[in-house]
Each structure stands twice: as structure tokens, then as C-alpha cells.
């Protein structure tokens, strides 16, 4: 069972950035980022395969950059310019083969951390 625990989350002024951080205790083949907002279905944010190719959606393209660190077992996902619309629980997320963001493919999930963007 992989374990992930996402952090950096919390409130940010419109137009600021924040830096969210997934530790986890093993990182696989695939690693994603996915927001959850209230009333809104789950949507997945960008996602970064081991040899380093990414995949953004159009949400937050332009204004966010994944990256991994294996060696130390963290994801990362930088967020500039954000918008109120940007206000939802971020999840890290893990899967073993492919590299998409299709949810229903990863297999272990973190609990999420909280970003609040005021307008």
C-alpha cells in the first residue's frame, strides 16, 4: 500500500501562489495531482511519469508546473496566478502503468489539502 500525504495547502490572495507538496512512502510509475471542488466533479490538474513527461488540463495550464523528486519521494505542484475559481481539495494521487488523468485509473490517493483563493 503506497502511503500520501499532501501539504502546503491554505489560504492565498487571488493572483498568489502557493506550493503543494505530496510525500509519499513510495513513488510509482505515474504521479498526478486532482482537485475536488464543492458541487463540482473531481478533475485531475497535471500528472508527471517517472521519466519526466507531463500532462496538464486546461484548467490550470499555463499557470501550474508538476515535478517529482524520487530520490527524496515528493511530488510537487507549483500553482501561480491563482483564481477563486482554483479554491478546492487537492489530492495526490499514484498508479503503477500509463501516465494520464483519468482518475479511476490510480490506485492510492491522499487525503487532499485544502486551497482557499479569496477573491
Known amino acids: 500500500q503506497v502511503h500520501l500525504e499532501e501539504s502546503g495547502g491554505g489560504p492565498v490572495e487571488s493572483g498568489g501562489s502557493l506550493r503543494l507538496v505530496c510525500t509519499a512512502s513510495?513513488?510509482?510509475?505515474?504521479m498526478g495531482w486532482f482537485r475536488k471542488a464543492p458541487g463540482k466533479e473531481r478533475e485531475g490538474v497535471a500528472a508527471?511519469?517517472?521519466?519526466?513527461?507531463?500532462q496538464y488540463r486546461n484548467v490550470m495550464k499555463g499557470r501550474s508546473t508538476i515535478s517529482r523528486d524520487d530520490a527524496k519521494k515528493e511530488l510537487y505542484l507549483e500553482m501561480n496566478t491563482l483564481k477563486p475559481d482554483d479554491t478546492a481539495e487537492y489530492y495526490c494521487?499514484?498508479?503503477?502503468?500509463?501516465?494520464?488523468?483519468?482518475?479511476?485509473?490510480?490506485?492510492?490517493w491522499g487525503k487532499g489539502t485544502q486551497v482557499t483563493v479569496g477573491a
Open positions: 513510495e513513488m510509482t510509475y505515474c
Open positions: 508527471i511519469a517517472i521519466d519526466g513527461r507531463t
Open positions: 494521487a499514484a498508479r503503477y502503468n500509463r501516465c494520464d488523468l483519468t482518475a479511476q485509473r490510480y490506485n492510492h
